[in-house]
């Protein structure tokens, strides 16, 4: 049988973060505070144009203050993400035995054993990416 390298599967989606969703969720939330923030000073005896601008005052600091709590929010979780990639490698490179019985393990518990257990491990593990994927995904945290 001739070996055949399958190509890697790869697709683009959307980051984590995007401005859009920042927009969105910044915008409702200055919505909903700038609402609640005209309906309060509506009963005051004031002008009409002070309630307005105060719901449009209200509107975007609630806005910019979502969209930055997102941004620091994604941002954080990609660092996390990254140091648990960077954690996986060093361990795929400094304790290979340790990592291949995780991954033997791994595939134990979906009901592999025997040879098709060691041809699956012994795959995964004949390429890193392929190792470091899988132990990004499969490995219980």
């Given at each position: 049988m001739?070996?055949?390298?399958?190509?890697?599967?790869?697709?683009?989606?959307?980051?984590?973060?995007?401005?859009?969703?920042?927009?969105?969720?910044?915008?409702?939330?200055?919505?909903n505070t700038?609402?609640g923030?005209?309906?309060?000073?509506?009963?005051?005896?004031?002008?009409?144009?002070?309630?307005?601008?105060?719901?449009?005052v209200?509107?975007?600091?609630?806005?910019?203050?979502?969209?930055?709590?997102n941004?620091?929010a994604?941002?954080?979780?990609?660092?996390?993400?990254?140091?648990?990639?960077?954690?996986?490698?060093?361990?795929?490179?400094?304790?290979p035995?340790?990592?291949?019985?995780?991954?033997?393990d791994?595939?134990?518990?979906?009901?592999f054993?025997?040879?098709?257990?060691?041809?699956?491990?012994?795959?995964?593990?004949?390429?890193?990416k392929?190792?470091?994927?899988?132990?990004?995904?499969?490995?219980?945290?």
């Amino acid at each position: 049988m001739k070996d055949i390298s399958e190509p890697r599967h790869s697709e683009p989606h959307l980051s984590e973060s995007s401005g859009v969703r920042d927009f969105v969720f910044g915008f409702g939330d200055g919505i909903n505070t700038s609402l609640g923030m005209a309906a309060g000073v509506g009963g005051a005896d004031i002008s009409s144009n002070l309630i307005i601008l105060a719901a449009f005052v209200g509107m975007f600091t609630g806005a910019k203050a979502m969209a930055v709590q997102n941004y620091l929010a994604v941002k954080t979780h990609r660092e996390l993400l990254k140091s648990e990639i960077a954690r996986e490698e060093w361990e795929i490179e400094n304790k290979p035995d340790v990592e291949r019985k995780e991954i033997e393990d791994i595939y134990k518990a979906k009901g592999f054993s025997g040879k098709d257990l060691e041809i699956v491990v012994n795959k995964i593990t004949s390429d890193k990416k392929v190792w470091l994927d899988t132990m990004l995904t499969e490995e219980a945290s």
